[in-house]
């Protein structure tokens, strides 16, 4: 059926607007497809991959029950070079770093906590990783390098562990009077509950004054 004339002319504009406009229409909607295909791409892949993080840290976990050295670098490293942003990488460091250090590896250890104290989401894996790398560097005689790392503020939950540690680094620097005004801010953080604390009162005994 023939179209009256008002019919027609607001076709023939639609038409018009249409030629005007319908590529930008066009390309907005496979804008919007793509964005929606993209992000189901994104949360399968993300799943996917915080799936497999998971099974290399439950390895991780396994190695070091059974002291096996080489299948928890192995799963570590994994972790660190695939998912380093993970939240399972980081504390996989921590635990190799410190299985590594117990072995004897230093070098590893000391790559392991440095990895950890950087990608550590958790304030609590970071601050342990400070320490640890604090503790291997007194133990290859870097006191500058420990030091470095232990006047950072700690939080308040580590701040009796840290200075302890300051204190051990300064009595083997020779510097007896920093260690034990350290020993004695390690005291008064630790509290009365903590099993650190006799230790700590023993080696500001060892100082004398």
């Known amino acids: 059926m023939a179209l009256d004339l008002e019919e027609q002319e607001q076709l023939d504009e639609l038409k018009a607007w249409w030629k005007q406009n319908g590529k930008w229409i066009i390309a907005g909607v496979v804008a ?9 791409v994104w949360q399968s892949w993300t799943v996917k991959q915080g799936a497999e993080a998971s099974a290399l840290f439950e390895k991780a ?5 059974m002291n096996d050295g080489k299948a928890l670098k192995d799963a570590t490293a994994q972790l660190m ?10 504390p996989a460091a921590w635990l190799a770093g410190r299985v590594n250090h117990q072995m004897g590896d230093g070098k590893s250890a000391r790559a392991q906590y440095e ?18 790398l ?5 133990d290859a005689k870097d006191f500058g390098g420990a030091m470095a790392q232990l006047n950072q503020e700690p939080a308040p939950a580590f701040a009796g562990l840290h200075a302890d540690l300051k204190g051990d680094v300064l ?3 020779g510097k007896t009077a ?9 005291i008064e953080k630790l509290g009365d509950k903590s ?4 230790l700590v009162e023993i080696k500001l005994d060892g100082l004398g004054g």
């Open 32 to 40: 919007f497809l793509l964005a929606t295909a993209g992000w189901r």
């Open 134 to 138: 604090a503790a291997i560097l007194m």
């Open 81 to 90: 070079e695939n998912y380093p942003r993970s939240g399972y990488a980081a």
């Open 178 to 186: 920093e260690a034990r005004e350290a020993y004695k801010q390690a």
């Open 115 to 132: 990895f950890a104290l950087e990608h550590a989401k958790d304030e609590g894996v970071k601050q342990l990783a400070r320490l640890r």
């Open 171 to 173: 009595q083997a620097q």
């Open 195 to 198: 099993a650190l604390k006799p």
């Open 61 to 65: 976990m396994q190695a070091a029950a």
